[in-house]
T-cell receptor, first 118, second 109 residues
C-alpha cells in the first residue's frame, strides 16, 4: 500500500535550519509531483511547495520563498524540504503529499512537527 | 493577494444534506482551478476526497460529491453520518501555485 513517511522535524532556534525528508513507497514515485503542506497551531492548511516528477520545476508559497528549498531523489524515492532562516511562524506540522497528475492530490504522510522557538 | 474563501462553520443533522462552497477573490472558480477537497479530523493527517472538481478517489464514499455552483467550487454531503464531523478544506490552482481555503468546520448535530 502507499506510504509516505516524514522525518526530520524537531525544535530549533530562530534563524537556524531543519531538513525534512519524506520517504515514499507503494506507488511510482518518479512519475509523481510531490508537495509539502503545513499546519501551524490553531490555523488551517497552508500549501508550502511543489516539485515536478523529475525535479525540473519547483514552486513556493510567498511565505517561504528564498528560505525553503524543495528537492527530490528519485533513486531513493524521497523528497526533501530544506528550511533555512527559520522563524517562529514556521512552527507547524509538515505533511508531504503525492500528486500523480496535475491537480490530483492523493496520499498524505502522517506529518512531522517542526518547532521554532527561542 | 489572492484569497480562497470558505464558510467558517456549518451544522447539519444526521441524515441531512449540506453544501460547502469555495470561492476565489480573483473571480469565478472554474475547472481550470482544479478544485480539490480534503477532510481533516483531529489527530489524523488530512484525507483527499475530491479532485478535478467532481472526481472521487477510490476511497471516497459516494455521499460526497463535488461540483461548480454559482462561480464557486462546491462539496455536497448527502445522508450525512456522525463520522463526517470534521474540518473540510478546498484547494485551488493559481498557476503555478496552490492556495487553500480557510476551512469549514462541519458539525453533525
Amino acid at each position: 500500500q502507499v506510504q509516505l513517511v516524514e522525518s526530520g522535524g524537531g525544535v530549533v532556534r530562530p534563524g537556524r535550519s531543519l531538513r525534512l525528508s519524506c520517504a515514499a513507497s507503494g506507488f511510482t514515485f518518479s512519475s509523481s509531483s510531490m508537495l509539502w503542506v503545513r499546519q501551524a497551531p490553531g490555523t488551517g492548511l497552508e500549501w508550502v511547495a511543489v516539485i515536478s516528477y523529475d525535479g525540473s520545476e519547483k514552486y513556493y508559497a510567498d511565505s517561504v520563498k528564498g528560505r525553503f528549498t524543495i528537492s527530490r531523489d528519485n533513486s531513493r524515492n524521497t523528497v526533501f524540504l530544506q528550511m533555512n532562516s527559520l522563524r517562529v511562524e514556521d512552527t507547524a506540522v509538515y505533511y508531504c503529499v503525492s500528486e500523480p497528475s496535475i491537480g490530483r492530490f492523493e496520499n498524505w504522510g502522517q506529518g512531522t512537527q517542526a518547532t521554532v522557538s527561542s | 493577494q489572492t484569497v480562497v474563501t470558505q464558510e467558517p462553520s456549518l451544522t447539519v443533522s444526521p441524515g441531512g444534506t449540506v453544501t460547502l462552497t469555495c470561492g476565489s477573490s480573483t473571480g469565478a472558480v472554474t475547472s481550470g482551478s482544479y478544485p480539490n477537497w480534503f477532510q481533516h479530523k483531529p489527530g489524523q493527517p488530512p484525507r483527499s476526497l475530491i479532485y478535478h472538481t467532481d472526481n472521487r478517489h477510490s476511497w471516497t464514499p459516494a455521499r460526497f460529491s463535488g461540483s461548480l455552483l454559482g462561480g464557486k467550487a462546491a462539496l455536497t454531503l448527502s445522508d450525512v453520518q456522525p463520522e463526517d464531523e470534521a474540518e473540510y478544506y478546498c484547494l485551488l490552482f493559481f498557476n503555478p501555485i496552490w492556495i487553500f481555503g480557510g476551512g469549514t468546520n462541519l458539525t453533525v448535530l
